[in-house]
């Protein structure tokens, strides 16, 4: 009965997701560069970031309004991030989300460009006012306080100190033997920061109590981690067309994972520990609404893609 | 006496631009991303952007902090663009500032980091609020409508209506003829979107009325345009040394320019006709306190690097 009421809340909302992104990503953007962001953002990805967005505001009456736009700036910024971390000079994929990755399909330098105009879009969804650039602000849904909050906890979760950040660890860890601790703090600020900056944005489109807000940052930095865990395992037990990404691609790269530096067995009880983690939050959060948060996190656990 | 005066107001300005750069552009960013950003930034370039934000909000006397703050976020944006934009991928240049370019000095996947990183950090600079990831906000002099709509302004200059957007017009144009519409609207978006937002920003850090923000918005088109264009002649007329940037690079890039579509004598014309243009908008503003954008103006125009 919860399990279906969950699959229709999250085809519904997913369908929503999707047609907001279609109407906020430009067609229109000149030479070529639309279609370049368009190509890496729409009709692909399993939007788990949006999901935890709109759960997270469900959870407290949030704003609608303010989640969408939450939901998909999120999104932006994760698929902004995997257009940059596809090109040659970091991983050097060409499959991702089942197609060619977007510098084979436009070339180096619009995928660069499509990646930074995605990032600033993100930041444009979250600020809506009149179209113009030299417009006086004009009358929307969303708080300014609650733009700047939504602004604010993206920026820091996407830049130096959370995505960003973690992908320059990455970078300088290729080859080199890991130990867990250096492990999770580069996936907590590469995958999770953004994970749960994605929670605490749609917390921020409702009204929290000091301790449910820290709860939820717990939930989400636990699924967060979880999450990643999880890719690495996918990554050595899956094929490449069930991942939609090409497989193998840590190992053949010689990067330290959660399965080379844990194993595969103490990785899936890692995995498991996290969910349980993130549920023991979730249930001090005092939240009434929160069965679409606890269903997202064994979602993620349970996942085979 | 008043030029002696706006020296000494720019020497002051870029003093405490530059202290604020130092502190916020982060020393602890993992694994050499903050030593890449802080390369990217510090230590360089001519500031113009910060200037014309910080006499914008001067002239409507505005929030001091959230005016710093937006001159710090526009000059990061700006400097993030460039450490994009030499890349190999984008012009392939190797000199900036007088130094080498950022992939040169830290790899090409550093620089692209670096480059995502200073973007998020702009809107982490327009909105501040407690340290953490996962704090609820604390207090600051900034007015949460007031970071919202500096995001704002900032995001669309960035994004694929401003900046982006002009960069892609300028990546299919390389060999192509273009016209001086077409090499306008290039140039209104590449240079013109972040200079405009520049001005729009400071005066938004105050109070205006809708007749002095059209009046601002019409100035920063025609600055940012001048900007251009006097660039244009100076990659034609001036050394590298004096550049600090790899002169005759548009030529040997085959790139459209002022130059090349107008001819020497005619670019140097439109230079001094769009400054009367500013000028002629910053007289329509009725803002008393206007004599620094007023010589900003000129010293775009007259400039010799």
């Not at 279906?4 to 999250?10: Q, R, V």
């Not at 969408?68 to 060409?94: F, G, K, Q």
């Not at 967060?224 to 991942?243: H, K, P, R």
């Not at 996290?274 to 959060?285: C, F, K, N, P, V």
Request: hydrophobic residues 45%; negative net charge.
């Amino acid at each position: 009965m919860k399990l279906a009421d969950f699959d229709a809340w999250m085809r519904s909302e997913l369908d929503a997701v999707e047609r907001a992104l279609e109407r906020w990503v430009p067609t229109d953007a000149p030479a070529g560069l639309g279609l370049a962001m368009r190509y890496g953002v729409l009709d692909g990805g399993k939007r788990v970031r949006p999901l935890l967005v709109l759960a997270a505001a469900q959870a407290v009456h949030g704003n609608q309004d303010a989640a969408m736009r939450a939901a998909c700036a999120v999104e932006l910024i994760h698929a902004y991030s995997l257009v940059h971390d596809d090109m040659p000079c970091m991983d050097n994929d060409i499959l991702r989300r089942g197609k060619p990755t977007v510098h084979v399909r436009y070339g180096e330098a619009q995928a660069m460009l499509a990646g930074d105009a995605m990032q600033a879009l993100a930041f444009e969804v979250l600020t809506p006012c009149a179209n113009s650039l030299t417009a006086l602000p004009g009358p929307h849904g969303v708080p300014p306080a609650l733009q700047a909050r939504l602004c604010a906890l993206l920026a820091r979760a996407a830049g130096h100190a959370g995505m960003a950040g973690g992908q320059a660890i990455d970078l300088v860890s290729i080859g080199r033997p890991l130990d867990e601790r250096t492990l999770r703090d580069m996936h907590h600020r590469k995958t999770g920061a953004l994970l749960q900056a994605s929670v605490l944005m749609g917390a921020a489109c409702g009204t929290t109590t000091p301790a449910a807000w820290q709860a939820l940052s717990e939930y989400g930095d636990a699924i967060g981690l979880a999450f990643q865990v999880v890719d690495d395992i996918l990554d050595v037990t899956q094929e490449s067309e069930t991942l939609g990404k090409t497989a193998g691609k840590d190992a053949s790269d010689n990067k330290p994972t959660y399965v080379t530096v844990l194993g595969l067995d103490a990785a899936r009880r890692h995995a498991a520990e996290l969910r349980d983690t993130a549920l023991a939050a979730l249930a001090r959060s005092g939240l009434a609404q929160a069965a679409w948060l606890s269903l997202l996190a064994d979602k993620i656990v349970e996942r085979d893609s």
